[in-house]
């Protein structure tokens, strides 16, 4: 009877870290603002549960910054991440509550008054000498992948396209649970697209989070049954990375409603930036 109990609570747990592990990679995949992991593992296994981490970074023209971890637990009936992506927050800037680097916000233009104050913050990074930063990029409109390229200079990569929120909820106060894709080297393709879209499409079936009555779900399902196809698609922001010097370049631009900086980090001569 013993060996029989074994059996099943371990069958059990590992049907929970199954699950667990699926959370994790639709997070990682659509919910992941210009964040990277390194790995995913479980840290924690014992006879009633344990625990899911990963290890998170930054990659901002070619230097890497620590990002801290994300964690999950799971017993035999249950699995859960933990929501709670620790930042902290002032009335003008949100910050990992663990390395303390600011987090580039985003911000929707149907909210005149978000919890955190919108910020213009492109004079300031671009009179930063010898940096690399990254600086989120809101829209006065929503543009297509192609009308995004287009308006970037070739000296600056757009790390991660948002794809933005509904109605009237403020993502300032979403603890950067903020979706969209993830480009490599600033391009996206029509496979990662489908892939995104289909990670979309699953999001029903684990739950993204609730926001202020914003459902991270649901929209994430909306945006997939209105945009099948990379072509179609429409986002509301981007998160730019480059030399701070080459920010100069957007300073004024009408498209442009908000932008926050986030990372930064002085070069060095041993690494060379990427573009």
Known sequence: ????????????????????????????????????SSDLYISNSGLGGGEVSSHEYKDIDG???????????YNWLYSEINNDNLVDTTRTAAYNRVTQEKIPMFYNNQVTNPAIKKANELAAVSSMHNYVAE???????????QQILAKLPKNIRA??????????????????????????GGKI??????????TLK?????????????????????????????????????????????????????????????????RVPYIEPKY
């Open 202 to 266: 699953a999001a029903k079936k684990g739950n993204l989070g609730q926001f202020n009555q914003f459902s991270l779900s649901k929209y994430a399902t909306q945006y997939a049954k209105k945009y099948s196809s990379l072509r179609q698609a429409k986002f509301a922001g981007v998160i730019l990375t480059g030399k701070s010097e080459s920010f100069k370049a957007l300073r004024n631009r009408s498209w442009i409603s908000e932008s926050s900086v986030g990372a930064t980090i002085k």
């Open 1 to 36: 009877m013993a060996g029989i109990g074994y059996k099943v609570t371990q069958n059990l747990s590992s049907t929970q870290t199954e699950k667990l592990m699926t959370q994790f990679t639709i997070r990682q995949e659509v919910m992941a603002p210009n964040i990277q």
């Open 159 to 184: 790390n991660w396209f948002w794809i933005g929120v509904g109605g009237q909820a403020d993502p300032t106060l979403q603890d950067n649970n903020l979706m969209g894709i993830r480009s490599v």
């Open 63 to 73: 230097y890497h910054i620590p990002w801290g971890s994300a964690n999950g637990t």
């Open 135 to 145: 600086v989120a990029v809101s829209f006065d409109q929503p543009m297509t992948y």
């Open 189 to 198: 393709t029509d496979l990662s697209y489908h892939s995104f879209w289909k």
